[in-house]
């Protein structure tokens, strides 16, 4: 079946340190991963997606790698800000096997402090 | 461009008590998903819609649960009875679905509360 499992929180981290928050997927042939934020108070957003292997997904700073050798789609930002604080889910959907709703991990809450 | 929108944003019931969620996604959007969130989870997907028609209600818990998207615009999704772990947040989403583009917007979601 399809899964996604990331990375368990909460992470806090000071103003501009590394971030790498970790995800692996489990999926048959060739799934799209997403990282999706939730802002305090708001919707899910998309952040940034990958739609084939080793390819990379930016915004905003971010970056996420497909990596279909060890089936990851690790999270990473070079200088964390405040304005960072979120919750990020990894999610893939599979539409080899005829679904295209997303399967989302259980999100892992990031603090950034001052 | 308008977002998806849900009402209400917050509901408080009872446990047997009835509630019904209204959710109106992006203009010209084909497909409209259900997702619940359960405190300390994922989203995880109740019924997926392509137009006015049910793709997957395969989790759906449907001895209590029922949604309808009438015209193939806004749904509602509606829980009768309510049980204590229906307490979650539910996400409604919607994807254009034409070509390669299946991202999916999320509105900001419905709090319930059963008590």
């Known amino acids: 079946g399809n899964s996604v499992t990331q990375m368990e929180g909460p992470v806090t981290l000071s103003e501009e340190a590394f971030l790498t928050i970790n995800c692996t997927y489990t999926?048959?042939?060739?799934?799209?991963l997403f990282w999706y934020v939730q802002y305090p108070g708001e919707g899910l957003q998309l952040l940034l997606k990958?739609?084939?292997?080793?390819d990379k997904g930016s915004n905003k700073g971010f970056e996420a790698t497909y990596r279909k050798e060890t089936t990851s789609f690790h999270l990473e930002k070079g200088s964390v800000q405040v304005s960072d604080s979120a919750v990020y889910f990894c999610?893939?959907?599979?539409?080899?096997?005829?679904?295209?709703?997303?399967?989302f991990g259980t999100g892992t809450r990031l603090t950034v402090i001052p | 461009e308008a977002g998806v929108a849900q009402s209400p944003r917050y509901k408080i019931i009872e446990k047997r008590q009835s509630v019904a969620f209204w959710c109106n996604p992006i203009?010209?959007?084909?497909?409209l998903y259900w997702y619940q969130q359960i405190l300390g989870q994922g989203p995880k997907l109740l019924i997926q819609?392509?137009?006015?028609?049910?793709?997957?209600d395969s989790q759906l818990p449907k001895d209590r649960f029922s949604a309808e998207r009438l015209k193939g615009v806004d749904s509602t999704l509606k829980i009768q009875p309510a049980k204590l772990e229906d307490s979650a947040v539910y996400l409604c989403?919607?994807?254009?679905?034409?070509?390669?583009?299946?991202?999916?917007?999320f509105g900001p979601g419905t709090r319930l509360t059963v008590t």
């Open positions: 999610a893939l959907i599979n539409l080899q096997t005829g679904a295209n709703n997303l399967f």
């Open positions: 990958a739609t084939k292997a080793d």
């Open positions: 989403a919607s994807s254009l679905n034409g070509g390669n583009s299946y991202e999916q917007y």
């Open positions: 203009s010209g959007h084909a497909t």
């Open positions: 819609f392509q137009n006015n028609g049910v793709v997957d």
């Open positions: 999926a048959t042939g060739y799934p799209s």
